[in-house]
């Protein structure tokens, strides 16, 4: 069973930064996609924003309203996805999820609204609160 855990959310000050990480287990396949994901206080899950994605060879790509200010890694020994967040602003307040995609082959991992239904497996988020 594929599980994952988010964890390093609070709350914080506009300007400042944290750290989240996502640690996943069950996760049998090489290859894999992990995307980060927010949800603003009152927005359907449906509506989740896309932030940040990696694969296992460690290719990324981001949504442009956290290009410059948000970077996703990886570890090198095990399957956890980190997002540093730097400069945060009051509007990146919500609940952060990571989110696995279910069959990943290699190829395009993004995190956008097309490619949403394409991630089967979710944490249970970590709440993160800017305050100006």
């Known amino acids: 069973q594929v599980q994952l855990v988010e964890s390093g959310g609070g709350s914080v000050q506009a300007g400042g930064s944290l750290t989240l990480s996502c640690e996943v287990s069950?996760?049998?396949?090489?290859?894999?996609?992990i995307a980060w994901w927010r949800q603003s206080p009152g927005a359907p899950a449906k509506g989740r924003e896309g932030?940040?994605?990696?694969?296992?060879?460690?290719?990324?790509n981001y949504a442009d309203p956290v290009k410059g200010r948000f970077t996703i890694s990886k570890d090198s020994t095990k399957v956890t996805v980190y997002l540093q967040m730097n400069n945060l602003k009051p509007e990146d307040t919500g609940t952060y999820y990571c989110?696995?995609?279910?069959?990943?082959?290699?190829?395009?991992?993004?995190?956008?609204?097309?490619?949403?239904?394409?991630?089967?497996?979710w944490g249970q988020g970590t709440q993160v609160t800017v305050s100006s």
């Open positions: 989110a696995a995609v279910a069959f990943y082959f290699g190829g395009y991992c993004y995190p956008g609204q097309r490619t949403l239904p394409d991630f089967g497996y």
């Open positions: 069950g996760y049998k396949d090489s290859k894999w996609c």
């Open positions: 932030l940040a994605a990696i694969d296992n060879d460690g290719g990324t």
